[in-house]
């Protein structure tokens, strides 16, 4: 850095040209391909745009597309039109998305990731590789495989519950009954709809396998003597779960909670194919389908723009909490 | 207290922390190994269940309750879906090739460049270049999405694989790994070639990147795998058929063939398998580079 500067007694010729040969590129393709697309989507916000209509100025903006000032937000807030109702549903389906998968997920990563640190050595990796398969696939691929699980008449949910059928009533277990999985709405479970919970749980199923990396790594980087410590002064393994491994976890855990709700504040493969447009009734419209179907389907791209800054105040908000909460941070 | 040993002799710590194998550690092992089998056993059935439906024939898919494995084993469904004339799946493969492989190339350039540049260099205006890099991290991609749209109509790069190319070449989450590791390049080394008279680009070129390998590895397989699987960018970008990738191909087929499950089970099966062996066979670079860029986020 500076020091290799000074010690050839300022930045020579060949330091200065690679410098401006690489940097000044990067910059005019950051203006173009970062900063503009961030300006505009400020911008669009403020307008009631379509690319259909021709504007006035370099960016369309004004004219046949006009400037609705705060318009669009105060819509969102309270607005009686029908996209400012399925604005509002989308954001309460995408904070129920998220409020369901993030406790669901710690509560299964955790302590699989603490069983597989225990398995042998050469064990380890064979389950590393199976929980994270799931990952690497294709959140479409995901879909398609969940939509025939939940499939009514052929998927394999309701043909396993058939099958209950003539086991449980012999036992004396009420069997479960078969369902419409993704298109029943008079289906409600403590006001989530039902197919919003499938789409958390196939959701779940797929992305379960990074974070149990994540705190893999962070238990491996737990020093054993802590452990050890505990074990001599006679705690039960679960006791060094709960009294020593879970608190030196604190900062993964708050990290990957941060990174996990925002990816799920972001989800839209899955749900999109899953349950086209947010299937039946907006049942499981989340905000990115939202801002899908009015930007490229309606051709409501200021409208859109205004339900991204939205998602995008959410985002920023768990973001802040982040840093909150690390601000805290211990060495060990 | 002074004979007191200040530290414990080493074979008793040693005997704590490997307990010897006790009756109370193998029945505890074995609740470790039973719920992890079952886990892996959940994990697999959506695989299996998609893959053996692949095999069954259209009436037997049809059956209430569902088999789970075929009856009658069929490739009916493959050579169906691989000669379907509305669906020349080797143009959808070469798309979709074509897309990751020319962003893995440009990712690991710039990345690696910028993440050198960033990690041993100094020059006006660095740190608020650093920091809008860090801002877009933060930012939905849903956000840019639009403009971004707009941008590539405005470019003419609709319905063109390079609108899938040239708006991700610089990617800021591969700078930042890079970065990582090019501070572990040391300056010596830098310094060396210096004196001896090799420009900067050749020091780059011949020196610096020979010596972060596994990290180059790590991203490129990384990128070729979120680009292989990418949806939404390319659904906005690509609206004619015959330029389309994989995933987006998928969906077009399964809702054309909502009747037909087991031959959208079949091409689901041909479109993921290749990132499935992709990640099986380098699973060791990709683990490691998920932990380290999650732990270091």
Known sequence: ?332 | MTSVPRALPAPQVYAVSRPKPTRRWMVRMFFVYAILTAGAFLTVVPFVFTLSSSFKTAAEIRQVPPTFFPQNLTLDNYTTVLTDPDLPLATFYRNSAVVALANVFTNLFTSSLFGYIFAKFNFPGKRPLFIFLLAQLMIPFQVTMIPGYLILVKLGLLNNLLGLIIPSAINPFGIFLMRQFMKSVPDEILDAARVDGASEWRIYLQIVLPQIGPALATLGVLTFMFNWNAYLWPLIVLTEQNIRTLPIILTWYTNAHTNQIHLSMAAAVLVMMPVLAVFILMQRWIVQGIALSGLKN
Not at chain 1, 24 to 46: D, Q
Not at chain 1, 160 to 166: A, E, K, P, R, V
Not at chain 1, 282 to 293: G, K, M, P
Request: proline share 5%; glycine share 8%; aromatic share 12%.
């Open chain 1, 1 to 332: 850095m500076a020091i290799l500067a000074d010690a050839f007694g300022g930045r020579d010729s060949s330091q200065k040209f690679f410098l401006f040969t690489s940097v000044s590129p990067m910059v005019i393709y950051m203006a173009i391909f970062s900063l503009l697309p961030v300006i505009w989507a400020f911008l669009l916000a403020f307008f009631d745009y379509s690319a259909q209509r021709t504007g006035a100025g370099p960016l369309g903006l004004g004219g046949n597309n006009p400037f609705v000032g705060l318009g669009n937000f105060e819509n969102m807030i309270g607005g009686q039109s029908l996209e400012a109702d399925l604005f509002r549903t989308s954001l309460n389906n995408t904070i129920a998305f998220a409020a369901l998968v993030l406790p669901l997920n710690l509560l299964l990563t955790i302590p699989l990731a603490v069983l597989i640190e225990a398995t042998n050595k050469r064990v380890k990796p064979i389950f590393r590789l199976i929980f994270f398969l799931p990952v690497v696939t294709s959140s479409v691929g995901v879909a398609i495989m969940w939509g025939f699980i939940y499939h009514p008449q052929n998927g394999l949910l309701n043909g396993f519950i058939l099958s209950l059928d003539s086991i449980l009533p012999s036992l004396g277990i009420p069997a479960p009954s078969r369902q419409i999985w993704l298109g029943n709405t008079r289906l409600v479970n403590g006001g989530v709809p039902l197919a919003l919970i499938c789409a958390v749980i196939a959701y779940l199923w797929q992305d379960f396998g990074y974070n149990t990396i994540i705190f893999i790594a962070a238990l491996q980087g737990i020093p054993e003597t802590f452990k050890e410590a505990a074990r001599v002064d006679g705690a039960s393994p679960l006791q060094v779960f709960r009294y020593v491994t879970l608190p030196l976890l604190r900062p993964t855990i708050l990290l990957t909670s941060v990174l996990t709700v925002i990816s799920a504040f972001q989800v839209f493969d899955l749900i999109q194919v899953l349950t086209p447009g947010g299937g039946q009734q907006a049942q499981t419209r989340v905000l990115t389908i939202d801002i899908y179907e009015n930007a490229f389907r309606y051709q409501r791209m200021g409208w859109a723009a205004a339900v991204s800054a939205a998602l995008f105040i959410l985002v920023l908000l768990i973001t802040l909490v982040q840093f909150r909460l690390l601000r805290s941070d211990w060495e060990y």
